[in-house]
């Protein structure tokens, strides 16, 4: 899905920065073609200074997304959810990001997640990117506690897994 809409915005590399900005955050545009999140109206010059783009292109692309049958239900239902990803340090919790080669494989989450429970390990959140909408999708999972060594190497050696992280 993530291809299909970048290429109907093949011909402006300008806009596809600012799809792909919409798509990252979970920012979403409403009937009058402001980008909001949630119901809290985002400028379209913070948009546009993010991506490094003129305003002006942040409005072609908000009028492209309305006027296409396609686009248009996707981004207006498109939303954000909290992430404690960031909040992490904050809070003393370890993020485990897990890469894999096929993140269209089935049973990622599941084979992960299972080997940290099976240490008794209060998982506080998983966030799974989708493949369809982000190029180089990882699995996050945040964890109350710091993950013991024999974990990791257990969760490494999942055949599917191809690197991890911890923050």
Known sequence: ?????MDKFADSPSQQ???RLLLERGFSVNDDG?????????????????VGVDR???????????????????????????SLMDLAPVLDLTVLTVTVPDAEESGIV????????????TIRQVISED????????????IDDELPGNLINDIHELSFV??????
Do not use: C, W
């Open 17 to 19: 920065q600012v799809i």
């Open 110 to 121: 599941a084979a992960v997640t299972d080997k940290i429970a099976g240490q008794d390990l």
């Open 56 to 82: 002006r292109v942040v409005d072609t692309t908000t009028d492209a997304i309305l006027d296409d049958d396609e686009l248009r239900p996707i981004f207006q239902n498109i939303s954000a959810i909290p």
């Open 1 to 5: 899905m993530f291809d299909e809409i």
């Open 131 to 142: 493949p369809e909408f982000t190029d180089h999708p990882r699995l996050y999972v945040i």
């Open 162 to 167: 191809r690197r991890i992280e911890l923050a």
């Open 34 to 50: 402001r980008v909001v999140s949630g119901g809290i109206e985002i400028p379209n010059t913070g948009i546009a200074r993010e």
